[in-house]
């Protein structure tokens, strides 16, 4: 969180002014996923894992093979595949971790997306969380359930779509609808000009060759590979604003949703109420 903090202040030091230090410091800015120490009741909870360590090619950024590690509990025939946000890492689902790890049959899998947790490099995006998840789906088997949280919700049904798996329940906590627009509050509280915003984007286009408008909920959702698909949201969430939320549960009613209100967008993973709703729709 340290370097995100310095990053997002050099860019504010320059005034919106386009010069090539800027230019390189704004995809820092929008790609550095920020890293939090493993506190040692998550790292009791990661020692009693199976580790694992996978690969996926980063075309984009590192342009070659970046490994990403991950973690399994259990051995049960009930496969549940869970998927961190943005700046997170598997050990932060500890609390929900050890409850799911109380159900029968079951056999949990979390990871570390490239660029996130103790996974290698430090700049990441959703393709790279997508195609861990689907490289985990090759490796290990289809998911019963599928969990993911903010960025990774959005991960999720990417890597759905990629694979063309349909599990039997997919959970989306706090998902993140809209990236660009997430991208244009970063940018707008690092008081980033529109003409330097539109260069970003434009640079953005080229080197992922499809628009930042095209990294929506509504675009990469798979339909008819989801046959139960439960939403947990808060009402307040600043970084998943409910306005973008409602636009996209209106395109697909039959979306079980349950609103949590004044949990945060990241705090509500910890929340008690909530892993007894997970517990009980996956019981």
Known sequence: MKKFKTIFNQVKALEGTETPDLINLLWQLIYYSPKMPVRLQQQQLLDEAKAFTLEVDDLHFAKSNLKFNGF???????KILVTHGWGSKAADFSELITSLKSLPNTQIIAFDAPGNGSSDRELSNLILFAKAATAIIKTYGVPDVM?????GAMANAVAIKDTSIEPELLISITPLINLRENFVATLNAADVSPEVQAKFFADFEQL?????????????YPTELIH????????EDKVAPVGYLKAFIDLHPEI????YENRGHDRIIKDDALIADILALIA
């Open 208 to 220: 992922f060759e499809m628009k930042a408008s095209d990294f929506i909920m509504d675009k990469v």
């Open 147 to 151: 969990i993911g949280h903010s960025l």
């Open 72 to 78: 399994i509990w259990g051995e049960g025939s009930r």
């Open 256 to 259: 079980e949703t349950k609103a």
């Open 228 to 235: 139960r698909h439960w939403l947990a949201f808060d009402p």
